[in-house]
């Protein structure tokens, strides 16, 4: 008897994991941060406003690691909160465990992220989430790209009434809000580049091409790990409490 052929795997991966559960243990040898578990750290680190508890990281990607499992074009994470512990929500019907009709996942952050043949982090957007304060920065953006015939100034104006804490005439104190050390951990040691301010592209007169809103810290840094050539990237900070909300590896 011929048996029916099995159809192939899609390279596709899909991890949940719970996190945050539990602080560091005094004396315990911090993990290295590479891989799932650097991502972890990693978020931890950016956004230190991470609950603690019941808190869980789903990871998806249609991209296959490499042979290592350590290389990670792309992936997507999400982070929610879970209302209740595990066993007391979650009903089985069978070999289906699934939430009751009236639960109500909450996300605290979405993003992308992509990991290099070491499994360090090499790429990281985050999104959907108060902790990058993505509301306040989503109506900003919506309220200056609805007026075509709004021009640099007019958008720097609304971005004063929305009162960051770190808009364009504070580079001092955004500078210090940067979180060098932190980011070491992950990218060696750094040295920044440049900074600057990035405002808006205004409406085209003669186009259909709308306005886009930026209005976000733009930093160029370098960094370098022992042994390793230098590596640049560009990272972005919003500004109402200079967030991290994007790194890019750039070219040399």
Known sequence: MKLPRRKPLLPHACLLLGIFAHGPIAGQTVPEATGV???RLFLESMYPELPTERVDLAITSNEPFDTKWTKLRSGQ???????????????VA?????????????PLMRGEFALDASGRLEEFTARDSFLA?????FDLHALVESHRDWNEA????????????????????FMKAIPLKALERFFGSLTIQSIKFDTMIPASANTTTPAVAFFQWHVAIRGQRSGESPVNYVLHFEPFEAKLVQIMKAEK
């Not at 994470?77 to 009903?91: G, K, L, R």
């Not at 069978?94 to 909450?106: L, N, Q, S």
């Not at 304060?133 to 920065?137: D, E, F, Y």
């Open 37 to 39: 578990s650097g991502l």
């Open 77 to 91: 994470f999400e982070i929610w909160q879970q209302p209740f512990a595990w066993p007391s929500y979650m009903i």
């Open 94 to 106: 069978g070999d289906e465990r699934r939430a009751p009709k009236d639960f109500e996942r909450r």
């Open 133 to 137: 304060n993505s509301g306040k920065n």
């Open 154 to 173: 007019q958008g720097l104006r609304a971005l004063r009434e929305a009162a960051p804490r770190y808009g364009p005439g504070e580079q001092e104190a």
